[in-house]
């Protein structure tokens, strides 16, 4: 008996943003004369800090949610998140007339945690650097008959993900290159389906904190590799083990995987404040960071960039991005 990897297709997106017509918004794309000035292209920037809850999230969460029977969906739904998911799931729930339970680490950062509980959802918190979050959302929908929403690994999630870099290649036409962060790997699989399903020849490069290489590690093993839990300002991007599904995509998709530093992540966080008057939380700057420090390599003319969130508190802003921080 043989079994297959479900797959995401370009057709899957494009249902997907049917589905979310009216309901996410269509971020805006914004170009800056001194940022091409700086890196010697030109620079197409997907703004998903502006999306409903303040990320892309909201973009899967709600495509997945929207699909489930009446009968499921009545029953509630549950998720594990350290943020920016967990707001998207306890918001769709919301707008599908359900309710939502999400696992979040006691770490997760406090606004995206008041902001899950003001959408409606129960929170039940664990330890991230010794509990397994998957094994604790998976019992506790089990004991309560939710339906169990996932970050990443499901067809759905990945096309509702994907329909971000397809409105930025419908507004910007043709890229070179497409800038994505990789976390689980859902946004960075969803996008390059999108993408190379339209424009074939762009390249796809993800984009890891140094101390988060899992999926890099993973893609020159050739399987799917752990590493510790990351301990890394960009909470977003700190998983230890690509999905299953997603590498399975990313392995045929990707054009590669760079780093950033935390340093790094901070300077992009403050270029975005300070020259392009945009907020990016840590994961949504390192698409960025991997821009200004040059580690893609020499930039071909046109470039996206998705910059996935902007869910991050003003004290904590102000003191990653405050000199010498």
Known sequence: MTTTTPSVTLDDIRSAAERLEGVAHRTPVLRSRTLDALVG???HLKCENFQRVGAFKFRGAYNAASRLTPGRLSRGIAAYSSGNHAQAVALAARELGTTAVIVMPE?????KRAATEEYGAEIVTYDRYTGDRVALAEALAAER???????????HIIAGQGTAALELVEEAGELDLLLAPVGGGGLIAGSATAVKGTYP???VIGVE???GDDTKRSLEAGRRVSVPVPRTIADGQALHTPGELTFSLNRRLLDGIVLVGDGEIRDAMRFAFERLKIVLEPSGATPLAALLTGRTGPLPPRVGLILSGGNIDAERFARLCAPGA
């Open 209 to 211: 904190p140094e101390a």
């Open 107 to 111: 770490d997760a950062p406090a606004s």
């Open 201 to 203: 020849a762009t390249r």
């Open 145 to 155: 008959g939710l339906t169990l929403v996932p970050p990443y690994e499901h067809p």
């Open 41 to 43: 292209a030109e620079v």
